[in-house]
């Protein structure tokens, strides 16, 4: 039986938009490895590139977007998965 994550297919073999993003620019430079024995059934979804792309504070007297942020405390997005290990 697979587990959905909140809309995310059971099966992911593409990387995130962005793991990080600051200032005007995302990057993906997390990642999960798995070895065959490890199915993944289910991820996290990634914040939305448009709600990181919205300036929500000031740095240097300008609009500042992306991470971090009052509501999210690191620089980078959290990584969470549902596995199953087969022995």
Request: aromatic share 6%; hydrophobic share 40%.
């Amino acid at each position: 039986e697979h587990v959905q994550i909140k809309g995310v297919p059971a099966a992911v073999e593409v990387e995130p938009a962005c793991t990080s993003y600051h200032g005007k620019r995302g990057v993906t430079v997390d990642y999960q490895w798995v070895s065959p024995e490890v199915q993944v059934l289910g991820v996290w979804e990634m914040l939305p590139v448009s709600l990181l792309e919205r300036p929500h504070s000031m740095a240097n007297g300008r609009p500042y977007a992306g991470l971090p942020s009052r509501s999210w405390g690191s620089d980078h997005m959290a990584l969470a998965s549902m596995l199953r290990i087969h022995r």
